[in-house]
């Protein structure tokens, strides 16, 4: 494949077409055994390879889904530091585990060709893709896209870095018409032969640097899900990016634009979808009818009308949306007050659309892991919507120092002593909103682990005295 150079280089490659990627290896790897290393590691025994799968971990959960891989005769080995020897075909790899680890390091020296999971399970399908990456908004768009398809009568799925893994949902529903997948950077990683038949970027912010290390790095990963596109396939871009991406890319794609502008082929304006000069849907009323989520459904109805139902499909599945959990969802209202949970804004970014989008003054709950250094970029919007900060977590002193200028900022340390004081602070027709902008790891598992405490939380209130006064 021949790579960009502003690319990171690329592990070696097993082709660039489904049909390069050989069925029937004789032996495999699987390095981690998450939903998607089991999904993998299932999914080659029913092709009858051999199946090594590994994990550094060793935990009660593990060890449930070890006992279903080796019923269906995988060999599972738990507690590793190192890949173990063998002559192994490919490493189908967690995404997880990134290119600079050990494990990537060892399996490459030793001419291993490393493959995605969703690489993987994709090349094992028989009907259309259509991928969304982005730095944020990608798993409402994923659900909006794979609910329009199955309400215009097509078989469609969602999967990959939302939903079940790839590998999954190919084994169980080999006859879907349209796969709808999210696709990460830490995916697009060990992505070689990836294509789409539509592809959407929604955008690139700052995300994920601990790990990438520069924002050219992981912006030239996001451009790689348009590397192998051909003339039939269509790539969905916001203006600004266009050049970029298909400079970077290097795809041979039918290339249109979506978003504000307006010159993009596709605009969102007023409640409605825009294309050469017409208004072509109505998301008045829906939970889109704004410019941050209104941008996404430009996507939407861009990529509907190449998929085929067109634009009615995606109006359609707008008026029927449920929004995803974590996701500026409404959990309460007390007292006037209104308590929205939006724990999946790991970033700055998706903390100024929560802000953006939420009416009325905010009492903000934000911290946790940073995932960005440059804290600068949302002190306007604190300025202009929110009372007071309340603290959490490891990142708590670095949001004090750069945002108390600007905004109140109170360190409470956890989230419950957070959510005890913004509540006895608020009062009626503010919002009480947990949008951390930051990783959760430092505190919880996962989250939705974060997300649901903060439920939690919020229906004790008025319990225990705490936030009597709502």
């Given at each position: 494949?021949?790579?960009?150079?502003?690319?990171?280089?690329?592990?070696?490659?097993?082709?660039?077409?489904?049909?390069?990627?050989?069925?029937?290896?004789?032996?495999?790897?699987?390095?981690?055994?998450?939903?998607?290393?089991?999904?993998?590691?299932?999914?080659?025994?029913?092709?009858?390879?051999?199946?090594?799968?590994?994990?550094?971990?060793?935990?009660?959960?593990?060890?449930?889904?070890?006992?279903?891989?080796?019923?269906?005769?995988?060999?599972?080995?738990?507690?590793?530091?190192?890949?173990?020897?063998?002559?192994?075909?490919?490493?189908?790899?967690?995404?997880?585990?990134?290119?600079?680890?050990?494990?990537?390091?060892?399996?490459?020296?030793?001419?291993?060709?490393?493959?995605?999971?969703?690489?993987?399970?994709?090349?094992?399908?028989?009907?259309?893709?259509?991928?969304?990456?982005?730095?944020?908004?990608?798993?409402?768009?994923?659900?909006?896209?794979?609910?329009?398809?199955?309400?215009?009568?097509?078989?469609?799925?969602?999967?990959?870095?939302?939903?079940?893994?790839?590998?999954?949902?190919?084994?169980?529903?080999?006859?879907?018409?349209?796969?709808?997948?999210?696709?990460?950077?830490?995916?697009?990683?060990?992505?070689?032969?990836?294509?789409?038949?539509?592809?959407?970027?929604?955008?690139?912010?700052?995300?994920?640097?601990?790990?990438?290390?520069?924002?050219?790095?992981?912006?030239?990963?996001?451009?790689?899900?348009?590397?192998?596109?051909?003339?039939?396939?269509?790539?969905?871009?916001?203006?600004?990016?266009?050049?970029?991406?298909?400079?970077?890319?290097?795809?041979?794609?039918?290339?249109?634009?979506?978003?504000?502008?307006?010159?993009?082929?596709?605009?969102?304006?007023?409640?409605?979808?825009?294309?050469?000069?017409?208004?072509?849907?109505?998301?008045?009323?829906?939970?889109?009818?704004?410019?941050?989520?209104?941008?996404?459904?430009?996507?939407?109805?861009?990529?509907?009308?190449?998929?085929?139902?067109?634009?009615?499909?995606?109006?359609?599945?707008?008026?029927?949306?449920?929004?995803?959990?974590?996701?500026?969802?409404?959990?309460?209202?007390?007292?006037?007050?209104?308590?929205?949970?939006?724990?999946?804004?790991?970033?700055?970014?998706?903390?100024?659309?929560?802000?953006?989008?939420?009416?009325?003054?905010?009492?903000?709950?934000?911290?946790?892991?940073?995932?960005?250094?440059?804290?600068?970029?949302?002190?306007?919007?604190?300025?202009?919507?929110?009372?007071?900060?309340?603290?959490?977590?490891?990142?708590?002193?670095?949001?004090?120092?750069?945002?108390?200028?600007?905004?109140?900022?109170?360190?409470?340390?956890?989230?419950?002593?957070?959510?005890?004081?913004?509540?006895?602070?608020?009062?009626?027709?503010?919002?009480?909103?947990?949008?951390?902008?930051?990783?959760?790891?430092?505190?919880?598992?996962?989250?939705?682990?974060?997300?649901?405490?903060?439920?939690?939380?919020?229906?004790?209130?008025?319990?225990?005295?705490?936030?009597?006064?709502i």
């Open positions: 494949m021949n790579t960009p150079a502003s690319i990171p280089p690329a592990p070696s490659s097993v082709g660039r077409s489904p049909s390069a990627i050989p069925h029937g290896f004789r032996q495999a790897l699987v390095c981690g055994l998450g939903t998607s290393g089991e999904a993998a590691a299932l999914l080659l025994r029913s092709e009858g390879t051999a199946v090594v799968a590994i994990d550094r971990g060793d935990t009660p959960e593990l060890q449930t889904r070890a006992a279903a891989l080796k019923a269906a005769g995988v060999c599972v080995q738990f507690g590793l530091a190192d890949v173990p020897a063998g002559d192994f075909d490919v490493a189908v790899m967690s995404p997880s585990i990134p290119l600079h680890a050990p494990w990537a390091r060892a399996l490459q020296q030793r001419g291993i060709p490393l493959l995605a999971e969703l690489e993987f399970g994709w090349s094992r399908f028989r009907g259309r893709t259509l991928a969304v990456t982005g730095s944020n908004g990608k798993s409402t768009c994923v659900k909006w896209l794979a609910e329009a398809l199955q309400a215009a009568g097509l078989r469609a799925a969602p999967a990959g870095n939302y939903g079940p893994p790839a590998a999954r949902v190919v084994r169980a529903q080999p006859d879907l018409d349209w796969l709808v997948l999210e696709v990460s950077t830490f995916q697009l990683e060990t992505c070689r032969a990836f294509r789409p038949d539509i592809g959407i970027l929604l955008n690139i912010f700052p995300n994920h640097l601990d790990r990438h290390g520069e924002m050219a790095t992981y912006a030239a990963l996001k451009a790689r899900l348009f590397a192998n596109t051909q003339r039939a396939d269509c790539c969905l871009v916001p203006p600004p990016l266009l050049e970029s991406v298909r400079r970077q890319s290097g795809g041979a794609g039918r290339w249109e634009t979506f978003g504000l502008d307006a010159a993009a082929t596709w605009q969102y304006r007023e409640g409605r979808i825009w294309h050469a000069g017409q208004a072509v849907a109505d998301l008045r009323g829906t939970r889109f009818d704004n410019p941050i989520l209104g941008q996404a459904g430009a996507a939407v109805v861009a990529a509907l009308s190449a998929a085929g139902p067109g634009p009615g499909a995606a109006e359609q599945a707008a008026r029927a949306f449920e929004p995803l959990p974590h996701r500026m969802q409404p959990v309460a209202e007390r007292g006037g007050v209104h308590f929205v949970n939006d724990s999946k804004a790991t970033n700055l970014t998706a903390l100024a659309a929560a802000l953006t989008m939420t009416g009325g003054r905010v009492r903000l709950i934000a911290g946790g892991l940073l995932k960005e250094k440059d804290l600068g970029s949302v002190k306007d919007l604190l300025a202009q919507k929110v009372e007071t900060v309340y603290l959490i977590g490891r990142a708590a002193p670095a949001m004090a120092e750069a945002w108390s200028g600007v905004v109140p900022c109170r360190s409470c340390g956890t989230l419950p002593v957070a959510v005890e004081q913004a509540a006895a602070d608020a009062r009626e027709g503010e919002t009480v909103l947990l949008s951390p902008a930051c990783a959760s790891f430092d505190q919880f598992t996962s989250f939705e682990e974060r997300g649901n405490l903060f439920a939690e939380l919020v229906a004790a209130l008025g319990k225990n005295g705490i936030g009597k006064k």
